[in-house]
């Protein structure tokens, strides 16, 4: 079945350095979306990407996927510790539903 | 106030015995879904329903069964079948029902068999 991998499972930065976090699909993606999860709450939506290479900003953090649309990438710049948490991508699949990534935790320290 | 409200946050539970978590929605979404979330696993789904009185298998059913009576409700069974329960369980619901939809989740319910 369709998977989506993402690295690294960990990232641990200090704060003011930069970030990113990986995702990889098996299939090609008609779309993807970005979720952050912060430590004891529940994802939240960042971003959805639709168009081939398309890239978006949102302040520190741009998004990107990839031309073959079967991989996208999340940069955050100079991180704050207001960016810890765990960062999700989720492709479609077609079918109804999300394939959620393993999530990438960032801790940031001070 | 929109939004999904789940309760209880936090539940125990004796092994062997089956436990329902509520999940409810006034957002006036057609769709509903139930994750299951493990330390280092990320979201896998259990079940999800995109519209009243039907729902699917998502990755990981076993031990788990649903119901859809009704558009604002989608109730999660944890049965005595389901081996490893205790986990984090987060439900969330799309205006459609499409993959392309966003997904809005509720605070979730940290099950714990003891």
């Known amino acids: 079945g369709q998977q989506v991998m993402q690295i690294p499972q960990y990232q641990h930065v200090q704060e003011g350095e930069d970030f990113t976090t990986y995702c990889n699909s098996s299939?090609?993606?008609?779309?993807i979306q970005w979720y952050k999860q912060r430590p004891g709450g529940h994802p939240v939506f960042l971003i959805q990407?639709?168009?081939?290479?398309e890239v978006k900003k949102q302040k520190r953090l741009t998004f990107q996927f990839g031309e073959a649309k079967k991989n996208s990438s999340l940069h955050i710049t100079a991180t704050q510790t207001t960016d810890v948490g765990t960062y999700f991508c989720?492709?479609?699949?077609?079918?109804?539903?999300?394939?959620f990534g393993q999530g990438t935790e960032l801790s940031v320290k001070p | 106030d929109g939004g999904i409200t789940q309760s209880p946050k936090y539940l125990f539970r004796k092994e062997g015995q089956n436990v329902t978590l509520s999940c409810e929605q006034n957002?006036?979404?057609?769709?509903m879904y139930w994750y299951r979330q493990d330390p280092g696993q990320g979201l896998r789904l259990i079940y999800y329903?995109?519209?009243?009185?039907d729902f699917q298998k998502g990755d990981i059913a076993e031990g788990y069964s649903v119901s859809r009576e009704k558009k604002e409700s989608f109730p999660l069974t944890v049965t005595s079948a389901q081996k490893n329960p205790t986990a984090f369980y987060l439900c969330?619901?799309?205006?459609w029902g499409t993959g392309g939809d966003t997904q809005y989740f509720g605070p979730g319910t940290r099950l714990t068999v003891l």
């Open positions: 969330a619901s799309s205006i």
């Open positions: 299939t090609t993606l008609s779309n």
């Open positions: 990407l639709v168009k081939s290479g």
């Open positions: 989720a492709g479609d699949n077609q079918g109804g539903k999300l394939i």
């Open positions: 957002l006036n979404h057609d769709a």
């Open positions: 329903s995109q519209i009243v009185n």
